[in-house]
């Protein structure tokens, strides 16, 4: 599975932007996408994640209410729109994928994703 990451940038406090992530590859095998960050210094933290057919998603509660993740199966896409941006959501977003019979706590982890994009890094400033 190969993962292309793009739409980051530098935005200001309460705006919103929209990151992608197109998959190509052996994606039936991988239903689980998910989005993490890692602001500088830190370590990567799980954002969000969804699965391709059952449209079922997760947040962590840092971005409950301000970001949304889809999917587009046509487009073999997944997208995090960022709304009410936070000087604390500056960070470098990569989206990842994981396979099936991973369990609900590696959902929410690194552990479980197998592929990971490049990254595209998301800037707001105050």
């Known amino acids: 599975v190969q993962l292309q990451a793009s739409g980051g940038g530098l935005v200001q406090a309460g705006d919103s932007l929209r990151l992608s992530c197109a998959a190509s590859?052996?994606?039936?095998?991988?239903?689980?996408m998910g989005w993490f960050r890692q602001a500088p210094g830190k370590g990567r933290e799980f954002v969000a994640r969804?699965?391709?057919?059952?449209?079922?998603?997760t947040y962590a509660d840092s971005v409950k209410g301000r970001f949304t993740i889809s999917r587009d199966n046509a487009k073999n896409t997944v997208y995090l729109q960022m709304n009410s941006l936070k000087p604390e959501d500056t960070a470098v977003y990569y989206c990842?994928?994981?396979?099936?019979?991973?369990?609900?706590?590696?959902?929410?982890?690194?552990?479980?994703?197998?592929?990971w994009g490049q990254g595209t890094l998301v800037t707001v400033s105050s």
């Open positions: 990842a994928a994981a396979p099936l019979g991973i369990s609900t706590a590696q959902l929410v982890g690194t552990t479980g994703y197998n592929y």
């Open positions: 590859g052996r994606t039936f095998g991988n239903p689980h």
């Open positions: 969804i699965n391709w057919y059952s449209g079922t998603t």
